[in-house]
């Protein structure tokens, strides 16, 4: 009996690891917060970017809300926030054609 449970537990536990990715957040990462709604609850939605200010145990990191509120927060309420590079669209006066500027270019490349 206890023989099946164990192979039963391997079998499981191989089937979750396909899928599992552990994650990591560095001190001073940005990051997006997944937070309730203030209509409801249930509803979640992403607030930020904020800022990792410390690990507290092996799933738990302490965010700059602001200036002066620091809060502890589990893994699966982050999301790492990545900075847009900046991206600008110029009109042409002369043809009325929209061309990309050098910043889009080297994007595509």
Same mark, same amino acid.
């Given at each position: 009996?206890?023989?099946?449970?164990?192979?039963?537990?391997?079998?499981?536990? &191989?089937?979750?690891? @396909?899928?599992?990715? $552990?994650?990591?957040?560095?001190? /001073?990462?940005?990051?997006?917060?997944?937070?309730? *709604?203030?209509?409801?609850?249930? &509803?979640?939605?992403? @607030?930020?970017?904020? $800022?990792?200010?410390?690990?507290? /145990?092996?799933?738990?990191?302490?965010?700059?809300? *602001?200036?002066?509120?620091?809060? &502890?927060?589990?893994?699966?309420?982050?999301?790492?926030?990545?900075?847009?590079?900046?991206?600008?669209?110029?009109?042409?006066?002369?043809?009325?054609?929209?061309?990309?500027?050098?910043?889009?270019?080297?994007?595509?490349?």
């Amino acid at each position: 009996m206890q023989e099946e449970i164990a192979k039963v537990q391997k079998r499981n536990q &191989t089937y979750y690891n @396909r899928r599992a990715i $552990e994650r990591r957040l560095n001190i /001073g990462d940005s990051l997006l917060l997944l937070l309730p *709604t203030e209509n409801n609850k249930l &509803t979640l939605a992403c @607030r930020g970017p904020y $800022e990792v200010v410390e690990k507290v /145990g092996a799933v738990d990191y302490k965010i700059k809300m *602001t200036p002066d509120k620091i809060k &502890t927060y589990h893994i699966n309420m982050l999301k790492k926030y990545h900075h847009r590079k900046e991206q600008r669209i110029e009109n042409d006066d002369e043809s009325g054609n929209i061309s990309e500027s050098e910043v889009s270019k080297q994007r595509r490349s």
